[in-house]
């Protein structure tokens, strides 16, 4: 992947560009000195608004915990909108959280009560495109969304968790990554696809250090996610 990084330093005010090649793999930091320059298309545009708008909303806010509307008590999630459609089995004792402003044309987020910083969300916007590989592989995607997260104000470096990959059946990207900021350390779990025009991203969050500890039941959780 080739792009256009900023060089900066804490010591030095001036920063200058340059030019890099660079392919993300498991474990492969970006820290607060690489900025991406690119101008991007309308499509890229439209991804990176969306990823990026999905990432800062799951690590900055809070939002009060309303009823989840399922077929029963803690099971399925089904959400169905014009030219949308999927579901979701949260994990037992989440609850739906009520997003005061609408950023994006579908948005729903779940949270353990009592527990700060343990998050699902899912987000749906229309993208002009009909597939993720017209978009990149989910290597160039993983750079161009750690590169955003890491431009965010107060982090200060990203470190991709394992290596991403597309989910052979559904065409989904997972890309998973460790944010270290002044808000602390945290892990999110991203499932990214594309079907009839709509951009889908579920966002897992939880603070790394419970980590190992939830994954489990975090990650059960997420594989429940299927369009419909």
């Known amino acids: 992947l080739t792009t256009n990084v900023w060089s900066c330093s804490s010591h030095d005010l001036s920063c200058h560009p340059r030019v890099v090649d660079f392919k993300l793999n498991a474990h492969d930091e970006i820290k607060i000195d690489a900025a991406n320059t690119v101008k991007p298309t309308t499509k890229r545009r439209q ?22 509307a399922s077929d029963e008590t803690q099971g399925e ?63 160039e995607i993983a750079a161009k969304i750690v590169t955003a997260e890491v431009n965010r104000d107060g982090v200060f470096k990203v470190t991709l968790y394992k290596d991403p990959v597309e989910d052979s059946a559904t065409g989904a990207y ?19 696809l594309v079907k009839d025009g709509m951009l889908y991203v579920l966002t897992g969050q939880v603070k790394q250090e419970e980590f190992e500890d939830r994954e489990k039941e975090l990650l059960s959780s997420i594989n429940t996610f299927q369009l419909v």
């Open 47 to 68: 991804f990176l608004q969306s990823t990026a708008a999905v990432a800062t909303t799951m690590a900055t806010s809070s939002f009060p915990l309303v009823s989840i």
């Open 174 to 192: 997972e890309i998973d990554y460790v944010s270290d900021g002044k808000r602390g350390t945290k892990h999110f779990v991203t499932r990214t």
């Open 77 to 139: 999630f089904k959400k169905q909108g014009k030219g949308y459609a999927y579901k979701i089995t949260p994990p037992p004792g989440f609850s739906q959280s009520k997003k005061p402003v609408k950023t994006h044309l579908d948005e729903v987020i779940f949270a353990l009560e009592g527990v700060r910083g343990y998050t699902i969300g899912i987000t749906v916007d229309p993208v002009r495109l009909s597939s993720l590989s017209e978009f990149g592989t989910p290597e």
